[in-house]
């Protein structure tokens, strides 16, 4: 089939001029943090990785990663010594911001290539669309928000996540080698962890179990597959084994003392069952409701410990992970009746939906292990398209607070408007009919859901400020939490009915 334009390469070449160019912008903690790992890992011994605390950015991410630091570690020894030293803290000089950056844009090189294997993968007609949506990746204004300029290592992560997803697709599927690669990117980062159940099942219907029947056990496979993950397990978390150090490395991964909500509200279920306590607050009285006056007062709810509802009843963590439990079963259930591959990415999607809208203390950036996956199944159908449209929505709008500073503004708003426009209107073109009766409600709630987004993001970023100068800070975030949870929530059980009707 002739090659499609524009290809990966060169979006991949235009796209690293600009992130080249974001080099000077703002950039938040979590430069320092893993600037402060660099300098861990190249200047202590593995043993005193998980204990160092001089900064109070301590490492808290799995071994695997901490390796990658290291690696990384080791050219910065020749571009830039001083950043490794422990304990300097909020070290940034140019040639530290160059480096860091630079490492970021490299490392997207994994990202590029799974997405390569996604669209040759692909058979007939289903190229073009899967170039289509490997481009939306690659030129994700989420990736480019929260790597290039708030600064993560997301496109690498997730460019492993796809490669591993990819793995399990035909013409040649090789299910193993996709278990074990998501194996090694759970040591790489644990939040995927959330779409943990998709692959066990996947794997036990699909690789473990006979095709014919589910009571025939392939055994050879069962050994490989348990072999290669105990020796991935292994590899990873053995010397900390060995050195007694578990719970020391566990403590850091799982720090179970947070509250419900961040201090911005990730858009899920409980960011609009706070916004309801909030306006409860005010209704209350009306109505003869009691409220917890302290909990109303509060101004640190979601950023520390526990966090306090007003009139609303308190939410525990066994709540939340019975919820994000029982959401991801309903999913698993299709996917172990029938191992294809689309039904595993939509199991996988599902899975993130469940964790982002129901669990405990969830990131904004977290939003990305629903969006990516989705992706790669958005173009299927029409029915597939309008679910992920108010996803592609709120979830990059969702992420608008990350950058507060002015002169990322035109950055962060004018690049996810243009892709919005851009893609969704290419998706609506390239989307093929559906074999299923599409349903006129989910449909009319994606159009009027992003008719609502602009006049929201010109308030949120310019109206108010204007009206009010400094005065009720907290409205445009609540504003923004709130209208992306409902665009995520809208778009889940649209989803949800597409995944299980289809």
């Known amino acids: 089939m002739t090659e499609v334009y524009p290809t990966l390469s060169q979006c991949a070449v235009v796209a690293t001029a600009l992130k080249l160019l974001l080099f000077p912008a703002y950039k938040s903690t979590d430069f320092e943090v893993h600037r402060n790992w660099l300098a861990i890992t190249h200047s202590l011994p593995v043993k005193e990785w998980y204990y160092e605390k001089t900064s109070e950015w301590t490492l808290d991410y799995p071994p695997f990663f901490a390796h990658f630091e290291w690696i990384l570690s080791q050219a910065a020894a020749f571009i830039e010594p001083a950043l490794l030293n422990v304990k300097t803290l909020n070290f940034d000089s140019w040639q530290t911001v160059f480096f860091q950056r630079s490492t970021v844009i490299l490392s997207e090189l994994v990202l590029v290539y799974a997405l390569h294997l996604f669209v040759k993968s692909s058979l007939g007609e289903r190229k073009a669309t899967a170039h289509a949506a490997a481009l939306s990746i690659l030129l994700s204004p989420g990736l480019l928000i929260i790597d290039h300029i708030h600064f993560q290592y997301n496109g690498f992560l997730y460019g492993i996540l796809i490669l591993s997803l990819v793995l399990a697709r035909g013409p040649s599927p090789n299910p193993l080698l996709s278990g074990l690669l998501f194996a090694a990117l759970l040591c790489l980062k644990h939040i995927y962890l959330y779409l943990a159940p998709a692959y066990f099942v996947y794997l036990l219907r699909a690789y473990c179990l006979s095709p014919r029947s589910i009571f025939r056990i392939q055994f050879a496979n069962c050994l490989k597959l348990g072999t290669g993950l105990i020796g991935v397990v292994a590899f990873a978390f053995g010397p900390f084994a060995y050195w007694g150090q578990l719970d020391q490395l566990l403590s850091r991964l799982f720090p179970f003392s947070r509250g419900l909500t961040h201090a911005y509200w990730a858009p899920n279920v409980w960011a609009m069952y706070s916004f309801s306590d909030r306006v409860l607050i005010y209704v209350a009285p009306y109505l003869g409701i009691p409220a917890n006056e302290a909990a109303a007062r ?178 445009p975030l609540m504003f923004t939490s709130s209208y992306s949870a409902l665009g995520v929530v809208g778009s889940w059980f649209g989803f949800m009915v597409v995944y299980f009707t289809s």
């Open 298 to 475: 509060s101004l640190t709810r979601g950023l520390v410990g526990d966090t306090q509802f007003a009139v609303l009843p308190e939410i525990t963590p066994k709540l939340t992970f019975a919820l994000t439990l029982g959401f991801q079963i309903l999913c698993l259930v299709k996917l172990f009746i029938k191992p294809t591959w689309d039904i595993f990415i939509g199991a996988v999607t599902l899975c993130g939906y469940a964790s982002f809208l129901f669990g405990w203390h969830v990131h904004e950036k977290a939003i990305l292990l629903v969006v990516i996956p989705f992706s790669l199944i958005a173009l299927k159908d029409r029915r597939y398209l309008g679910a992920y449209r108010p996803l592609a929505v709120s979830g990059h709008v969702s992420l608008f607070p990350l950058l507060f500073t002015a002169a990322e503004w035109p950055v962060k708003v004018i690049y996810t408007v243009l892709w919005l426009i851009l893609f969704l209107f290419a998706f609506d073109r390239m989307a093929p009919p559906s074999k299923q009766t599409r349903i006129f409600l989910l449909d009319r709630f994606s159009v009027l859901y992003i008719a609502v987004a602009i006049p929201l993001i010109a308030y949120c970023s310019l109206v108010h400020q204007l009206v009010f100068g400094q005065k009720y800070e907290f409205l």
